[in-house]
């Protein structure tokens, strides 16, 4: 049972981490365009002029 003094606090502190870097992730706009990889994706680029 004493390792529950050290394991709490660590799944907690985890916990708190993942939070801080998901809100992070919002906040710096990684969510914004969710649609536009999977069109990438299946752009080949033929339709580009050569340079």
Do not use: C, H
Request: net charge negative.
């Amino acid at each position: 049972m004493n390792v529950l003094i050290y394991l709490i606090p660590i799944a907690l502190a985890m916990g708190g981490l993942g939070l801080v870097t998901f809100l992070w992730s919002l906040k710096s706009g990684q969510y914004d365009d969710l649609e536009g990889s999977s069109w990438r994706v299946l752009d080949d680029g033929e339709d580009r002029p050569e340079t």
